[in-house]
């Protein structure tokens, strides 16, 4: 049995199902965290969240990490860790930094940084001719004013340091450019209280099809578990509506998608870490977005899970302890698996979501999580708005896709319209 540490982690679906991997892979965990009450607002009302199962709850200042590594050195020293590990991008380069100091598993820090960071990722991956889009990396409107005009439009603005699509928007002139500065400069405090770079990322707007491969890389070898598809909308933000997994490609698109998921993993010094890295097939070619050094949000691994039985989330609690991950495949009966997100369209409060019954009752479907009556909506603008999803199987092939999609089209979001407020 090994003891892991985990520090911080999202609210969302992985906080939940990193929990269940340690716990059914025989293990227990510490979990250390600058604010508790931040998984206590997402608990639900029998206060039975998965992060609460902790063998240890540590309050510690996880944002300063000259600190808290000591701080951490000092409680293995008491508590015995055999690996470390976090789900949350915001505390990846920490959690590499760690184990570094007190000689855990796991990828090397500069290479964790690089990848969490755009900006850096971008100039990386240039340098050793990995295809990407063309981009700058300004620090003031003017100065990416000049350099959209060498790119051409329209392109896409981003944060360096964000996730979930926060703030990446399509710009098409000079003026929406300077809009999409604006509203980053003027988010300077990520979630987690953590000061965001001041810079700008200008890219290239890709077009085609956009997947991501899903990868575990251990001891100096990678290995591709499989390439899932992502539908994305909400234009001109870019908000994952949905996935299947496997994508419905072409042998020799999956392959290219893959081989060049393995350059940027490389050329990162990316090892010992599960990866989830996003390429567009452009008309040109794959074209990398990003490379995400921890296993894929949005339930994409349960996707994986279901088709074949290899769960990505286990691979990563064994990586963390150095041991082999169990990557082979295994006869699930599903051919195809598939989840689609409700997204919210007008403001208002939600008071009911019909059709729901009817679609929980067909049996393609294996989840179907929705939002409470009660929660104040807006219009979304980045993946953290989600009202909830739908998640189905096709035992016989590529159909999964379609009927989530269509059983999504068949839910009813109902609101109440926000009240104007008046002097």
Same mark, same amino acid.
């Given at each position: 049995?090994?003891?892991?540490l ?12 990193l ?15 600058r ?23 540590v ?67 240039? @340098?050793?001719?990995?295809? =990407?889009?063309? +981009?700058?990396?300004?620090?003031? !409107? &003017?100065?990416? $004013?000049? #350099? *959209? ?58 077009t ?28 001109? @933000?870019f908000?994952?509506? =949905?996935?299947? +997994?496997?994508?419905?490609?072409d !042998? &020799?698109?999956? $392959?290219? #998608? *893959? ?25 040109d ?12 949000g ?48 007008? @403001?208002?409060?939600?008071t ?72």
């Amino acid at each position: 049995m090994g003891h892991l540490l985990v520090v911080e982690s999202w609210v969302g679906s992985m906080s939940r199902l990193l929990p269940r991997a340690i716990r059914e892979g025989g293990h227990e965990f510490t979990f250390v965290t600058r604010d508790l009450h931040h998984y206590l607002r997402a608990a639900p009302a029998d206060g039975s969240h998965p992060l609460l199962a902790a063998r240890n709850i540590v309050t510690a200042d996880t944002n300063g990490l000259d600190a808290l590594l000591p701080h951490l050195e000092r409680l293995h020293a008491v508590l015995g860790f055999d690996g470390v590990l976090s789900s949350c991008d915001y505390y990846l380069p920490a959690v590499a930094r760690i184990a570094e100091r007190i000689g855990l598993s796991g990828p090397a820090a500069e290479a964790v940084e690089g990848a969490c960071r755009k900006d850096l990722t971008r100039r990386i991956l240039a @340098a050793a001719a990995v295809p =990407g889009p063309r +981009f700058a990396v300004c620090t003031d !409107p &003017a100065e990416a $004013a000049g #350099a *959209a005009r060498e790119i051409g439009y329209p392109l896409v603005v981003k944060p360096v340091d964000l996730c979930a699509g926060m703030l990446v928007r399509q710009v098409r002139d000079e003026r929406e450019l300077d809009g999409a500065c604006r509203a980053l400069t003027d988010f300077p405090v990520n979630a987690r209280g953590q000061d965001r770079a001041p810079v700008f990322l200008l890219e290239e707007l890709l077009t085609g099809p956009e997947v991501s491969v899903e990868t575990v890389s251990f001891h100096g070898s990678t290995h591709v578990v499989g390439v899932t598809d992502k539908s994305i909308g909400g234009a001109p @933000a870019f908000i994952e509506t =949905g996935h299947m +997994f496997p994508a419905a490609l072409d !042998p &020799a698109d999956s $392959a290219a #998608a *893959a081989d060049t998921a393995l350059a940027a993993i490389k050329a990162l010094g990316l090892d010992d870490v599960v990866c989830h890295t996003e390429i567009k097939l452009t008309p040109d070619g794959p074209r990398v977005v990003e490379v995400n050094p921890r296993p894929a949000g949005n339930r994409i691994t349960e996707l994986v899970r279901h088709v074949t039985g290899v769960d990505l989330a286990a691979a990563a609690v064994d990586v963390a302890l150095g041991r082999t991950p169990d990557l082979t495949p295994r006869p699930t009966g599903v051919r195809s698996a598939a989840i689609a997100f409700l997204l919210p369209d007008t @403001a208002g409060t939600l008071t009911v979501i019909e059709g729901a019954d009817e679609a929980r009752e067909r049996p393609e479907v294996v989840e179907l999580t929705l939002a409470e009556p009660g929660r104040a909506v807006r219009p979304a603008t980045s993946n953290n708005e989600y009202l909830g999803h739908i998640m189905t199987v096709d035992t016989q092939g590529s159909g999964a896709r379609a009927t989530a999609e269509s059983l999504l089209a068949q839910l009813r979001p109902c609101y109440e319209p926000s009240q104007a407020v008046t002097a």
